[in-house]
Each structure stands twice: as structure tokens, then as C-alpha cells.
């Protein structure tokens, strides 16, 4: 875990965050998987998470993010896993540097039952 983060229920990714290029995934642990219900892989192309993962009703809100390169620091949006189930995210996001590199940290956490 990572300060405190339970994988179990939450997952993160570390993006590099260099405006010059926009953030480029560099590291996401399994949780992507048990929380999404695809491999990081698949998470990590846009147009996949966008299309087939963000609900149909929230889809235009977060492609306005990502357009605009402006996510807040937290947010709420929806999901379909595979087999059609409907989860509620809550999403963090935060930068942090290490050794003069400035990554992002993402975490998803399944707020559904909460």
C-alpha cells in the first residue's frame, strides 16, 4: 500500500505530469483490474476507459476534462464493468516530485456501497 491506501478497494496510477505533453501513465497497480474489471493496459488508452468503461450519462463531462486538460483534484463519475454493473468512483488526484520529477497520483476508490 502506499500511505495508507488499501488496494484492496482503491487503485492508483502514476502519471508523469509534464504539461508539455500532458500526463503519460508511467505505473498502475492491480487494483485496476478488481476495480474496473480490465487490465491497466486497457485503462490506460482514453478512447478504451472513455468508451467502454465511463458511463454513457457521464462520458461528455469527463471527455470536457480530459479536453481541456483541467480534471479537479476530486471528482465522482461512473462506471460499467463488463458484466454491466454500475460502480460509483471517487477520484483523487494530487502531484508529487520525486527526484525533481513531478508525477500525478490517481486514485479510483469504489465508493458504491458508501
Known sequence: SLNGINDSYELFEIDD?????????????????KVFGYPKEKIFNYEFWLNKCVHPDDREEQSNYFKNNNFPDMRTYRIVKPDGSVRLLKN???????????????????????
Open 17 to 33: 505530469d509534464n504539461p508539455s505533453y500532458g500526463d503519460k501513465p508511467v505505473f498502475g497497480n492491480d487494483a485496476v483490474l
Open 92 to 114: 483523487t488526484r494530487m502531484v508529487k516530485e520525486l527526484s525533481g520529477i513531478k508525477y500525478r497520483i490517481i486514485i479510483n476508490r469504489d465508493i458504491t456501497k458508501e
